[in-house]
């Protein structure tokens, strides 16, 4: 029994850093239209409407988007530059936006909630891995399939953006490795296996 519950907080470890990963170092999940760009990551996302509704500091957000930033000039083997962090990201045409409110051109509400739920989980899973991620990935789904899917030819936002939404294979990861990092669920879940007449006569 305590192998099994070794090798279930392994893979919850091995899982919560994967997704933590994906998150911090803005790997694409999904393409949707965000302000005047096309958003590929939960952070571009969260960006774009913090940066537009100026509701935190333009150093907080940089903060958040100087990692990947980072990483992405150490491979192109370049220099990453903090103060145009903004121009890189193509988000300098919608700052400073001080006339923008925080309700303004959220078309996406699930997929920026989902986004932000990503972000909480990269961070708690620092410390322990939650459920957070977990719904932050099915938001994100569950707002992707509508626009996809349940399109309104009504909402003239909704038919100028039908082409701009995309899932990528990376996202569907991201969820197996939110799930994956949830301990108790995933010890549930081997208990249930081992219990299964099959596999206990087997092992027997």
């Not at 998150?23 to 990551?41: D, M």
Request: aromatic share 14%; with cysteine.
């Amino acid at each position: 029994m305590a192998e099994w519950k070794k090798w279930a907080s392994k893979v919850s470890v091995v899982a919560s850093s994967l997704f933590s990963f994906l998150i911090v170092f803005q790997i694409p999940l999904f393409r949707v239209a965000c302000r005047n760009k096309r958003c590929e990551t939960p952070l571009e996302v969260i960006s774009s409407e913090l940066i537009a509704s100026e509701l935190v500091p333009s150093y907080v957000v940089k903060t958040f988007l100087f990692p990947a930033a980072f990483a992405k000039y150490l491979l192109a083997a370049g220099s990453s530059n903090y103060h145009n962090l903004f121009t890189s990201y193509g988000f300098d045409h919608i700052y400073p936006s001080s006339s923008s409110s925080f309700s303004t051109d959220i078309h996406h509400l699930e997929v920026f909630a989902g986004s932000c739920l990503c972000l909480l989980g990269a961070l708690l899973n620092l410390f322990k891995p939650t459920r957070i991620s977990f719904l932050g990935t099915l938001l994100i789904y569950w707002g992707l399939v509508r626009d996809i899917l349940l399109l309104d030819s009504a909402h003239d936002w909704i038919t100028a953006q039908r082409n701009s939404v995309r899932v990528y294979p990376t996202l569907f990861l991201a969820s197996l490795s939110a799930f994956l990092s949830m301990r108790s669920d995933l010890r549930k879940i081997i208990r249930c296996c081992r219990s299964m007449p099959f596999l206990s006569t087997k092992g027997d």
